[in-house]
């Protein structure tokens, strides 16, 4: 998922010093877990949910990403733009502002968000921000939707905020060499495996 708007920048001495009073790492693994399974609900509840009013990609989307993303990944995904409103945080997150995790991503702040191969948009899509999605769409696809839910979680965990999250980091830093030059082409799928060989996701 992106970022539609950062937060204003008062905000971060805040999130900041909850951090310092709140070591996620120490967290017990049987809750962790818990929120592990808890996203990966969340995230196949919105796949089924949104997916019968999403649409396949367009010829132009096709044509613009079509240098760096496998074919399969094209014409499986599915997008779907909102219009009047807007994705919901999920449910368990007022269990888990209980629990002390007080800089959750806001989902109504992301541009976008992607569960497994259903990409859903606040906004019309650019190329950065569906580039950006489809990324996730492979990290699902080489992780699974579990693997992918506890990785995201862990990463929040040990990062403490959504920013610091490997699968993230991924997602932004291949958007930006896209972005800055869509003459250099690479493969995404094999950045991904890359990045998960590497221990980095
Ligand atoms: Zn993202």
Known sequence: ???LLQKP???YPITNFFNLLMDFSNLPPALVSQLMDMVEDYILGSRKKFLPDAIPLLPSQISALQPFFPAEILSSVRTLVLNGTRIPNPAFYSMARMMGFHNL????DMTAI????VVVS???????LLFHELVHAVQYAQLGAKDF???YVKGFIQG???????LEKNA???ESRFSQDQAQVFSVADEVRQWIAAGKL
């Open 1 to 3: 998922m992106k970022r």
């Open 9 to 11: 920048a008062f905000n």
């Open 105 to 108: 991503p806001d989902f109504s």
């Open 114 to 117: 992607t569960f497994v191969d």
């Open 122 to 128: 606040h906004e019309k899509f650019a190329d950065d």
């Open 149 to 151: 839910a506890s990785r």
């Open 160 to 166: 403490g905020c959504y920013e610091e999250i490997p």
């Open 172 to 174: 932004y830093e291949l």
